[in-house]
């Protein structure tokens, strides 16, 4: 069974522009969760989805965004790119999203913004 | 607030000591608690969670944790450490309804040294 997929790998941007990053579940997961990792601040919640419904938010400002699409693949926009958005961004999928926490990660789109 | 503190953001150990890895938790409620690997390049990998059904919990690759509520505690052993083992270790706690929202620790890289 595949896993978690997330494209693309590895992107490099400059200050000020946007970037889409896109996530594909294991199969039958419908449940997308998405985390920032920098050195600095570790590991950072962005955002939930369950059902094309966004049930969660972390504390990050409006240029982050999110949506999942019916088939449960998701994406995460950021907008007017800054220095600090350089970072591992990790999806995540579950069965159902009923908190276990039994999270099934990607490898992660490493972001560097110059 | 949930929160999660790892004790030591590096452990060294000789390949066949005991690995122990330290976390402790601050929880309100009685919390789901996770210990996840990471691997160089790679996302994160649940090793094992807890979620109240027996105290002691076993986890792959031969890793265990001890719930210990009065220490507020969920350290991580392995009782022989492998050459393998040599990666980024993460506690986290389930946020109180928080849809897979998963609060980390900030992390404990070990070393496996010959």
């Known amino acids: 069974k595949a896993g978690v997929t997330q494209t693309p790998r590895y992107l490099i941007k400059t200050r000020g522009q946007q970037v889409t990053l896109s996530c594909s579940p294991i199969?039958?997961?419908?449940?997308v969760s998405w985390y920032q990792q920098t050195p600095g601040q570790g590991l950072q919640f962005l955002f939930e989805y369950f059902s094309e419904t966004q049930r969660n938010k972390g504390n990050f400002p409006g240029r982050f965004s999110g949506r999942q699409f019916s088939n449960s693949r998701s994406e995460m926009n950021v907008s007017t790119l800054e220095l600090g958005d350089s970072a591992l961004y990790l999806c995540?999928?579950?069965?159902?999203?009923?908190?276990?926490?039994?999270?099934?990660f990607g490898e992660g789109s490493r972001l560097t913004v110059l | 607030a949930q929160s999660v503190t790892q004790l030591g953001s590096h452990v060294s150990v000789s390949e066949g000591a005991l690995v122990l890895l330290r976390c402790n938790y601050s929880?309100?409620?009685?919390?789901?608690l996770f210990w996840y690997v990471q691997y160089p390049n790679q996302g994160l990998q649940l090793l094992l969670k807890y979620t109240s059904a027996a105290t002691l919990v076993k986890g792959i690759n031969g890793f265990e944790a001890e719930f210990k509520k009065s220490e507020t505690s969920f350290h991580l052993t392995k009782p022989s450490a492998h050459m393998s083992d040599a990666a980024e270790y993460f506690c986290?706690?389930?946020?109180?309804?928080?849809?897979?929202?998963?609060?980390f620790g900030a992390g404990t890289r070990l070393a496996v040294h010959p």
């Open positions: 199969s039958g997961h419908r449940s």
């Open positions: 986290a706690v389930s946020a109180t309804g928080g849809y897979n929202k998963l609060i």
């Open positions: 929880s309100s409620v009685p919390p789901y």
């Open positions: 995540a999928s579950s069965l159902d999203g009923t908190n276990t926490g039994e999270l099934f």
